[in-house]
């Protein structure tokens, strides 16, 4: 593996092998995070029961909570041309980034192209229609997590549960662009669909784990009794 600045000066990311990411955690579990403003009701001890599972973040979760692998789309940058704290600070396995004319990034990441409907291998790209939330679900079904739990994916309003592009309101750099002509928040929240024949495919089983989301297309299961059902069968 090799930090590839390509012959045009730009960031082409990191070299992987043809299929790296395939299965590479089957049948294990993930969880797989928006920004969310529900995400505030996951205490300690379930944080903990987390960090110790696969986890894949979007946008600028790591200014929350971290996470074992990141995936975004363009990389932000606030009003003094900083990175986001998910592109600087975070110590992810591997960041995952979409394809396109990017600055030089200050560490090495995994350029994915865009697609808008869900890759069946990382080496086909992955789904990412507006919002990186979808890039983080594709990967996980790629790398043959199952079952996927996600969380903060809520749609419910247009807020984060931390603040965005120098947002203190927690509005954020993409829920502005929900009233763009084409691209609605309905939109985003129907679009999770898509993921449904890959998955029933796979026989992998996504659930959303915030019973308030607007994303109707899972089922949905409060996290609390989730766990603690898992924990009565072990």
Aim: aromatic residues 10%.
């Amino acid at each position: 593996m090799s930090f590839d600045l390509g012959r045009d000066g730009l960031d082409h990311g990191i070299e992987i092998e043809p299929g790296q990411f395939d299965n590479c955690h089957k049948g294990k579990r993930a969880w797989v995070f928006g920004t969310g403003p529900s995400l505030k009701n996951i205490t300690d001890p379930q944080w903990e029961i987390i960090d110790s599972e696969i986890s894949i973040g979007c946008g600028n979760i790591a200014a929350f909570h971290d996470m074992q692998y990141l995936a975004v789309g363009e990389l932000h940058y606030d009003d003094d041309g900083e990175l986001w704290p998910s592109a600087t600070e975070s110590k992810a396995e591997y960041k995952f980034v979409v394809e396109g004319p990017q600055k030089i990034m200050p560490y090495p990441n995994v350029r994915y192209r865009r697609l808008q409907h869900p890759g069946a291998t990382l080496d086909e790209g992955l789904m990412m229609w507006k919002t990186s939330a979808h890039a983080c679900l594709n990967l996980a079904i790629i790398m043959g997590c199952n079952p996927i739990i996600l969380l903060g994916i809520d749609y419910r309003e247009n807020a984060h549960v931390i603040p965005q592009a120098n947002d203190s309101e927690g509005r954020g750099f993409c829920s502005l662009r929900f009233t763009s002509d084409d691209w609605t928040e309905e939109d985003n929240r129907k679009n999770f669909d898509r993921f449904l024949p890959l998955a029933e495919e796979r026989k992998i089983i996504i659930l959303n784990g915030n019973p308030d989301s607007a994303v109707d297309c899972f089922d949905k299961v409060k996290l609390g009794n989730y766990l603690g059902v898992c924990k009565a069968i072990l």
